[in-house]
């Protein structure tokens, strides 16, 4: 059974650097894409982007030039990177598994709930 | 980019059925997935590529998708189902993933 466990800082100060990590247990890493999805309180699911085993990346373009996605094969472990953080950044950020060709997502963490405050 | 539209809101009687719309332009086209989120909870793919269910989820989920609209349908729906549903689809044209509104299914 494939399971997503996600960490990472819980508060930050605005202008800081937002930073989470996904680990995968179970399965295989490869031949997958890796995704991250936040959701701010109260709202609706936003795709922020994803990067395969071999470290290719796709950003959703209105955060594309504050966010960075890498990944360690080795540990089966990916990370999430959000710079110049601000209270639109507070959110509840998912790590997701994307099955390429039928783009769905099939495996979700558990879930991280940022805030973003001074 | 690709915006998908659905009602912010579907209330439903008990053992009725729920039907949960997913707009956007020749969205028939697409593979369209849906997920169920419980509060506090994460998302559950509960209909993938318009019409199948991953293992585990109930026959009285279904789905269809044809021209502009895709529909989840959640038949003899009971006080579990409760929860927001999002549709979400590629947009092949810009390489990226998209999800509708969200919509909050009450039982009534």
């Known amino acids: 059974q494939v399971q997503l466990q996600q960490w990472g800082a819980g508060l930050l100060k605005p202008s800081e650097t937002l930073s989470l990590t996904c680990a995968v247990y179970g399965g295989s890493f490869s031949g997958y894409d890796w995704s991250w999805i936040r959701q701010p309180p109260g709202k609706g699911l936003e795709w922020i982007g994803e990067i395969n085993h071999s470290g290719r990346t796709n950003y959703n373009p209105s955060l594309k030039s504050r966010v960075s996605i890498s990944v360690d094969p080795s540990k089966k472990q990916f990370s999430l990177k959000v710079r110049s953080a601000t209270a639109a950044d507070t959110a509840v950020y998912y790590c997701?598994?994307?099955?390429?060709?039928?783009?769905?997502?099939?495996?979700w963490g558990q879930g991280t709930l940022v805030t973003v405050s001074s | 980019s690709y915006v998908l539209t659905q009602p912010p809101s579907v209330s439903v009687a008990p053992g009725q059925t729920a039907f949960i719309t997913c707009g956007g332009n020749n969205i028939g086209s697409k593979n369209v997935h849906w997920y169920q989120q419980r509060p506090g909870q994460a998302p559950v793919l509960v209909v993938y590529?318009?019409?199948d269910r991953p293992s585990g989820i109930p026959e009285r989920f279904s789905g269809s998708n044809s021209g502009n609209t895709a529909t989840l349908t959640i038949s003899r729906v009971g006080a579990g189902d409760e929860a927001d549903y999002y549709c979400q689809v590629w947009d092949s044209t810009h390489d990226h993933q998209v999800f509708g509104t969200g919509t909050k299914v009450t039982v009534l």
């Open positions: 590529d318009d019409s």
């Open positions: 997701a598994r994307l099955l390429t060709g039928s783009y769905r997502f099939d495996y």
